[in-house]
């Protein structure tokens, strides 16, 4: 959902979070019942908390696996990252994340004997999108890593909060080639969440390696030293499994992406904000971009991606080999925000040329936090043959400063149709 990701994700709304004590900045009048949300800065927030106590990503490292699909709980913050578009047998589209980050309160471990104690704290974000049905419902959740509730394993594999749950291997091993990382050792993957009236369960099975983000896995946001995290991804996984839609619940399949990252600070203060993409072309290409944005709206030096063949070769992009243009926009109607809606992306040096466009506008999270994570597809050429494909977006920093949410969901979810 996700970040090197640039899905970067979220880093700066898990920390303030924590910082405010989960709901600080949440509150609710008492003669009405209303939930009141404010917008924050991402270059506040992730350019400004403090580090002590905290390992930083600072130099490449020797990843080891499957350790390393596991929790870091000397860094502040981490997160495991799903995006994916699906199919029923009628071929009507949807989209999904599932994410579930851990953030740590502070750099020394809890105090006292109880089984509440804890310095660590899990939020999950869930989504789906009904193409066809033309409605899009997020969910959140929060909990501390005690008595069960919510946590992270490496072996087994197993990442949970509550029922959200991502875990494996279930059944026989599947890593494909071995490529950047052998023995990664956790497929295939179970996803399964449910809330309200939305359910997923998947099997997912890797068609491609594991690839390092930036620098041997060492992704740099921010012009600091330490503004960074690790960073790899699986950027092709075939999902099978069900779908439930209020009183139904039928069979789905199609492609997800993984991406992992974990870092204590990533934002300089002069960042407010990416815009994220995870395409998977028809050809067998995958693409990744992430474009940083500075106040004035440029973007970054720093902004970076990469390109996977269909054999899982992977190539590097650094912010100038890539063009991307906003093509259209939508306005949120929950406060203004202009988000970007439709783009023009290209890779002249590799013969790329896209168009990108959201299966539906409104893809918008209106949880703790807003910001626009959605399924699009894609058209255009690559290598002077016409392709097509589909994958995820994710747009943060356009929300700040607008009007605050004035939204009755419940804290521990939110959906709008």
Do not use: C
Request: hydrophobic share 35%; glycine share 12%.
């Amino acid at each position: 959902m996700t970040s090197g990701r640039a899905s970067l994700t979220v880093l700066f709304w898990v920390a303030l979070v924590l910082a405010l004590g989960y709901f600080g900045f949440r509150f609710a009048r008492p003669d009405s019942g209303e939930d009141i949300r404010t917008s924050l800065s991402v270059s506040d927030v992730m350019g400004g908390s403090s580090t002590e106590g905290f390992a930083r990503a600072l130099e490449p490292r020797v990843f080891e696996f499957p350790r390393d699909h596991g929790p870091h709980p000397s860094y502040r913050t981490e997160w495991w990252y799903i995006t994916g578009n699906l199919e029923n047998p009628q071929g009507d589209p949807y989209g999904f994340q599932f994410t579930i980050f851990r953030s740590a309160l502070d750099g020394s471990p809890p105090i006292g004997a109880s089984s509440w104690a804890t310095n660590q704290v899990f939020m999950g974000h869930f989504a789906v999108t009904d193409g066809s049905g033309r409605t899009f419902r997020g969910f959140e959740r929060f909990s501390r890593v005690a008595n069960g509730l919510a946590g992270a394993q490496a072996d087994p594999f197993r990442v949970w909060l509550e029922d959200w749950v991502l875990e494996g291997p279930v059944g026989p091993s599947t890593d494909p080639g071995q490529g950047a990382a052998p023995g990664t050792g956790i497929f295939p993957l179970l996803l399964s969440a449910a809330e309200e009236d939305r359910g997923l369960s998947l099997l997912l099975i890797p068609e491609k390696p594991l690839v390092l983000q930036g620098d041997a896995g060492l992704s740099q946001k921010g012009s600091e030293a330490g503004n960074a995290s690790y960073y790899y991804s699986f950027t092709r996984m075939r999902a099978e499994g069900t779908l439930t839609l209020g009183d139904q619940q039928f069979p789905v399949n199609g492609s997800a992406w993984l991406d992992r990252e974990w870092s204590t600070s990533a934002l300089s203060q002069d960042q407010v904000g990416w815009d994220w993409f995870a395409l998977q072309l028809s050809d067998g290409t995958d693409l990744m971009y992430y474009q940083l944005r500075l106040r004035d709206d440029s973007p970054d030096p720093l902004s970076k991606g990469i390109l996977v063949d269909r054999t899982g070769r992977s190539e590097l992009l650094a912010s100038g080999q890539v063009e991307l243009t906003v093509l259209d926009r939508w306005q949120s109607p929950l406060g203004g925000a202009p988000y970007p809606s439709r783009w023009h992306l290209a890779v002249p040096e590799e013969d790329i040329d896209l168009e990108v466009v959201p299966i539906l506008p409104d893809q918008e999270l209106d949880l703790t936090f807003r910001y626009w994570e959605g399924a699009v597809r894609v058209t255009g050429t690559a290598g002077g043959q016409d392709v097509d494909g589909r994958g995820y977006v994710e747009l943060t920093g356009y929300a700040d400063g607008t009007t605050p949410t004035r939204n009755p969901a419940i804290s521990r979810g939110g959906s709008r149709p």
